[in-house]
T-cell receptor, first 115, second 121 residues
Framework: QKEVEQNSGPLSVPEGAIASLNCTYS??????FFWYRQYSGKSPELIMS????GDKEDGRFTAQLNKASQYVSLLIRDSQPSDSATYLC???????????????FGKGTHLIIQP | EAGVAQSPRYKIIEKRQSVAFWCNPI?????LYWYQQILGQGPKLLIQ????????DSQLPKDRFSAERLKGVDSTLKIQPAKLEDSAVYLC???????????????????FGSGTQLSVL
């Protein structure tokens, strides 16, 4: 059974600071890693994807992947109140080797940006 | 480009009743997923279709849940009879990738519908 672990929070960060969200996964051969943002009552929205070790930056967001440690993180720089949401880590690929196979999600981290 | 369409948006039923949800994926997307998201948890995959065939239904409670995608386009998820613990948001998602293809090789992603919120009383 594939597992994805996240601290449920809430994680409270002052406006303008860096928010750091972490995720670990159990399936060592996982291939694709995603961060989704979910506002209350809305469906998940993809904000970052990462497939190889290292950092990937997109605007204020940086995803970090360490396959040896089975660890994925998301950094949000210059945090804004609009970043307040639940952030879901998702993983796919593994036993079947298929990237199009269903994503396994963590429970999500509730992030609160304090004005 | 039209997104993933789901209906109804909300549904309230009593336990032991039946309910059905409908999903129309993005045009041309071969792979369709149904996820269940219980309040405070991440989405859990219930079933994955590729065209009109089932790829993975290992987490679908088959004694009460059923799903079909007869013509390889839209899909229906049914619960009969419903239990209190079925209260959740049911999300449909679609992807242009086929089972075995890797997301990292393309810029494709999973597209979610707006979901159906089910309350079982």
């Amino acid at each position: 059974q594939k597992e994805v672990e996240q601290n449920s929070g809430p994680l409270s960060v002052p406006e303008g600071a860096i928010a750091s969200l972490n995720c670990t996964y159990s399936d060592r051969v996982s291939q694709s890693f995603f961060w989704y943002r979910q506002y209350s009552g809305k469906s998940p929205e993809l904000i970052m994807s990462i497939y190889s070790n290292g950092d990937k930056e997109d605007g204020r967001f940086t995803a970090q992947l360490n396959k040896a440690s089975q660890y994925v993180s998301l950094l949000i720089r210059d945090s804004q109140p609009s970043d307040s949401a639940t952030y879901l880590c998702a993983v796919t690929g593994g036993y079947s080797g298929g990237g199009a196979d269903g994503l396994t999600f963590g429970k999500g981290t509730h992030l609160i940006i304090q004005p | 480009e039209a997104g993933v369409a789901q209906s109804p948006r909300y549904k309230i039923i009593e336990k032991r009743q039946s309910v059905a949800f409908w999903c129309n994926p993005i045009s041309g997307h071969a792979t369709l997923y149904w996820y269940q998201q219980i309040l405070g948890q991440g989405p859990k995959l219930l079933i994955q279709f590729q065209n009109n065939g089932v790829v993975d239904d290992s987490q679908l409670p088959k004694d009460r849940f059923s799903a079909e995608r007869l013509k390889g386009v839209d899909s229906t998820l049914k619960i009969q009879p419903a239990k209190l613990e079925d209260s959740a948001v049911y999300l449909c998602a679609s992807s242009p990738l086929l089972s075995g293809e890797v997301y990292g090789a393309t810029n494709e992603k999973l597209f979610f519908g707006s979901g159906t919120q089910l309350s079982v009383l």
